[in-house]
């Protein structure tokens, strides 16, 4: 038995030894696609670039429990538990993990994660952080000198449920259960508090997930026109996000080509895109219906 537990151990330690690895196994190399004018053309442009993750927080923007939109609700329950896989990969690289289920912190309130967020020492930001308020926080609108108006009109709420469409609320309570909560991770939905957490630990780069692309994922005050006038490095995970899009309003199409085309904004006015698959080293996520990339 002596003689058999030290090649048991080493067997055991040999296993392990690949996790182990994943935890320091250099920078994530991103690919990103942006859309830039071209002889006076709109065209895509793809360079790949290298992000120190400890230098690297990813937002996961309102991925709640519930939502009023039966359809926007059961799509964010597929994309969850892939999402949390994604957040996983990226947290045992070293990524530092911002969960921001807005109007909802309250639930998590006297937990380490949020008191994180609470009791980050108060830095000033360059500029000073939009205030206009919309679903029960401050709002980044539509910036002028940066966008045109959005390429879908979200004008109903963007219900794409068959029929009747679903009566607007507040029906969310908490973050979605089947994305896990690192013991390292913070949870806010406060502008300031983002600014802070970021500044306490050097954090340069931004990767933005979770919905919707064409509210909540721009306008919110942790999310990515915010980070971006504060002069962040700004990225979209563009298969871990969706789109409040009712495709029975211009310019038609799917639900999923509503997707394609607020993807094509963001990538032309705001950050580049990348795919789960360069953090994970899977294949990407792909809603059930949805044509492949």
């Known amino acids: 038995m002596h003689r058999t537990f ?55 923007c309102d991925m709640w429990d519930k939502h009023w939109c039966k359809s926007a609700e059961r799509r964010v329950g597929e994309m969850a538990g892939p999402m949390n896989e994604m957040l996983k990969a990226a947290r045992a690289r070293g990524a530092f993990i911002i969960h921001a289920p807005s109007t909802t912190t309250g639930f998590y309130d006297g937990t380490p994660q949020r008191d994180r967020a609470r009791n980050a020492r108060h830095v000033p930001t360059p500029v000073p952080l939009a205030t206009s308020p919309r679903w029960g926080t401050a709002w980044f609108w539509i910036d002028a000198r940066h966008e045109s108006v959005l390429p879908i009109d979200d004008s109903d709420g963007g219900c ?29 939905d406060d502008g300031q508090e983002t600014w802070n957490l970021l500044a306490e630990r050097g954090i340069d780069r931004v990767i933005l997930c979770g919905v919707h692309l064409n509210m909540c994922v721009l306008g919110r005050p942790f999310a990515i026109r915010q980070m971006k006038t504060l002069g962040k490095q700004v990225a979209l995970i563009r298969d871990m996000t969706d789109t409040m899009y009712n495709p029975e309003r211009p310019p038609g199409g799917t639900h999923f080509d509503g997707n394609a085309l607020m993807v094509g904004h963001v990538e032309r006015h705001w950050c580049p895109s990348f795919l789960s698959a360069d953090l994970t080293g899977k294949p990407p996520f792909r809603f059930a219906g949805a044509p492949a990339e």
Do not use: H, M, Y
């Open 6 to 60: 030290p090649r048991l151990a080493a067997a055991l330690l040999l296993a392990a030894l690949p996790s182990l690895a994943s935890a320091d196994d250099g920078p994530f190399t991103l690919n990103l696609r942006s859309r830039g004018v071209v002889d006076g053309r709109v065209e895509v442009v793809e360079t790949v670039a290298e992000w120190e993750p400890s230098k690297t927080a990813i937002i996961v």
């Open 160 to 188: 794409d449920c068959a029929g009747e469409k679903c009566e607007q609320g507040d029906p969310w309570t908490r973050q979605n259960a089947a994305i896990e909560i690192g013991e390292a991770d913070a949870i806010t």
